[in-house]
């Protein structure tokens, strides 16, 4: 290429990568002050506007009862939900990748039908059924409900993740004698594993964020999403904040942990 | 039962796939039957007994069989209680949605509505909120279109100029997301504030003028506008817009722009006949991830927005868990969803794209 076409190419490609910069910038815009504003000390109940400079909100994050609590509750929410739909997701996703069977592609469009589903109308049925059963709503509605959009999202990300997996390998396990069961915990669990540990980390931070399929399924429970948007009102306490950047900064450490054990060691899994 | 060939003389089933697809599809219409209440009493009994018949069947068939057979059954042992989950909390809802739709509340003031074909719900939707169904659409559409703008040349820069960053890079799209999505959202909220620093910025520029001529901000304010739920939802949904169209540029391989450059074609051109055909896939699936969440959002419009922004979802919620009309809130509900799926059908069509999943 000449001249001018190049130079031409060159501002171009500059002039793309600073909007791809930009575009990074923006999305890290509202984090930057939701963690900002941990160190806030408000004048009144609502943390909004800046005033002071403060660590009180870090040697106290849980100083605000009803949102601990609250926080609390989320995290036991996710934290069985996430086992169960773990399971029940990665024994779908080994299905559909490693069998050929009758009716595989019906049940692979059931299982994307959830994620497409708006969460509003995957909370508002599922009330309905609730209503229809007369089961009080609260803690145990919640994981169902939580399990229900979890389960397609494990299937899929762990399906996507084994794409690549050379099922040959259970073969060979088998030709050298191996049973079938000690050939899926010695040889198949340990390869997909990674893939299933991403999916749960994933689905555990979908859990402990949901608001709209919650809040048509808590009755009177207060998760951590819930209580903020409850006492919004009358108040959005700096803790909020604290809380939201300890969620952030633990699930990137366990992110990066994820990817710096994965680099040193390559799966044949993609 | 026909004896199996692999080891003759132990039981096992030719058509053990059959099996196992019938018996999980036998299942799933047990468990629907149940939960939707179509039976009911002694028959709800003998169709648990039924259901517990064809599990125990199964595990039966499986253990006596041959390897053969074990080997066929396994996809349907392995799927069935996942999809019996989905069948019961998924499937049966919605049937329980489209039945409350059609109901009746016999007070203000009942919690159990009766059911009576009453279409009167769905009159009652569409002509009490036919502007908020509107809005819904229209906001989430527009959010759609920002997002494929804003989202497309970020994916393309980290799938062919990242290198070695691209992990790195596709991580910082993805981290964001991992804080509160209603703490985000109250964070845009504190920051278009009227004391906040973009309005600040803006007025310390004298653009304001500019912003309003354009429609983006209404009286000197960027909170509580259009504008500013529509900005909320774009921020919300990129990173679902990013990450497939990021997927489908990955797999595309540089020697083929190479190869349209090698014939004369200009960086432009080989962009448009090559790249951006092969990315269709991922736009498809990132504008299907991006709408339908939007379309139902409510949390933008309550917090970005006024009285006059409130989408379809604000609606729902309001009827459902405030006013406690469920009936109202299921037809709205069931609406929106149809107007969904018929969209995404229609939009599968015009792009003919099979990677639905």
């Known amino acids: 290429m000449s001249g001018p076409t190049s130079a031409r190419g060159a501002a171009a490609r500059w002039g793309l990568n600073v909007y791809a910069a930009i575009v990074l910038v923006y999305l890290f815009i509202p984090i930057a002050w939701i963690v900002w504003f941990s160190f806030n000390q408000p004048k009144g109940r609502y943390n909004i506007v800046w005033q002071d400079f403060t660590l009180d909100n870090w040697s106290a994050p849980f100083k605000n009862e009803g949102l601990t609590d609250a926080f609390v509750q989320s995290l036991k929410i996710a934290a069985i939900s996430t086992a169960l739909a773990t399971v029940l997701g990665s024994m779908i996703a080994v299905a559909l990748s490693r069998y050929s069977f009758r009716g595989s592609g019906g049940f692979n469009l059931f299982l994307v039908l959830p994620l497409t589903t708006p969460e509003i109308v995957l909370g508002s049925s599922l009330a309905t059924l609730f209503l229809d059963w007369d089961v009080t709503r609260g803690f145990t509605t ?36 191996a049973s079938p069961v000690r050939t899926f915990w010695k040889v198949t669990f340990p390869l997909i594993l990674p893939g299933i540990l991403a999916a749960a980390l994933l689905s555990f931070a979908l859990s402990i964020d949901d608001f709209i399929v919650t809040l048509f399924n808590a009755g009177s429970l207060s998760t951590f999403p819930l209580y903020i948007n409850g006492s919004f009102r009358v108040q959005f306490p700096p803790q909020a904040n604290v809380l939201a950047t300890i969620i952030l900064v633990a699930s990137v450490s366990v992110l990066l942990i994820g990817v710096i054990r994965s680099s040193s060691r390559r799966p044949t899994s993609r | 039962m026909a004896t199996a060939h692999v080891r003759p003389g132990r039981p096992a089933t030719r058509r053990a796939d059959l099996i196992g697809l019938g018996a999980l599809l036998l299942a799933g219409a047990l468990i629907a039957a149940i939960g939707m209440r179509l039976l009911t009493g002694s028959l ?22 041959g390897p053969e057979t074990r080997r066929r059954l396994a996809p349907y042992g392995l799927l069935k209680p996942g999809m019996l989950w989905l069948t019961l ?257 229609g939009y599968t069509k015009l792009l003919g794209t099979e990677e639905l999943s």
Request: hydrophobic share 55%.
């Open chain 2, 89 to 345: 909390f998924y499937l049966v809802p919605l049937f329980t949605l489209l039945r409350t739709s059609l109901s009746t509340l016999p007070s203000r003031f009942a919690v159990d509505a009766e059911f009576d074909w009453n279409f009167g719900n769905y009159a009652d939707a569409f002509t009490d909120f036919g502007a908020q169904f509107g809005r819904g659409f229209l906001y989430a559409a527009i959010a759609t279109v920002l997002c494929i703008v804003i989202g497309y040349p970020l994916a393309y820069v980290i799938a062919f100029r990242g290198g070695r960053w691209r992990n790195v890079l596709l991580g910082l799209v993805v981290v964001p997301f991992f804080t509160s999505y209603l703490i985000r959202t109250i964070a845009w909220s504190s920051l278009l504030a009227d004391s906040g620093p973009i309005v600040g910025t803006i007025d310390g520029l004298r653009l304001s003028g500019l912003f309003e001529a354009v429609g983006i901000m209404d009286n000197g304010r960027l909170i509580n506008t259009p504008a500013a739920v529509i900005g909320g939802l774009t921020y919300n949904f990129l990173p679902f817009m990013i990450l497939p169209i990021y997927v489908s540029l990955e797999k595309i391989d540089p020697a083929l722009v190479d190869a349209a450059k090698d014939l004369y074609s200009t960086a432009g051109a080989a962009f448009r006949k090559v790249v951006l055909p092969l990315s269709i896939p991922g736009v498809f699936a990132g504008t299907l991830l991006t709408f339908i969440p939007a379309a139902g959002d409510f949390i933008n419009a309550e917090y970005l927005g006024n009285p006059n922004t409130t989408m379809v979802g604000n609606s729902i919620q309001d009827q459902f868990l405030v006013q406690n009309n469920t009936p109202l809130a299921s037809a709205m509900s069931f609406v929106l969803m149809a107007i969904i799926a018929v969209a995404v059908l």
């Open chain 2, 44 to 65: 709800a009994a003998l169709a648990t007994a039924l259901l517990v018949a064809v599990v125990v069947g199964l595990v039966v068939i499986a253990v006596a069989g």
């Open chain 1, 142 to 177: 919640v994981v169902i409900a939580h399990i229900m959009f979890q389960v397609s999202f494990v299937a899929l990300t762990v399906r996507a993740r084994v794409r690549g997996f050379d099922w040959t390998l259970e073969q060979a396990a088998q030709d050298l004698g």
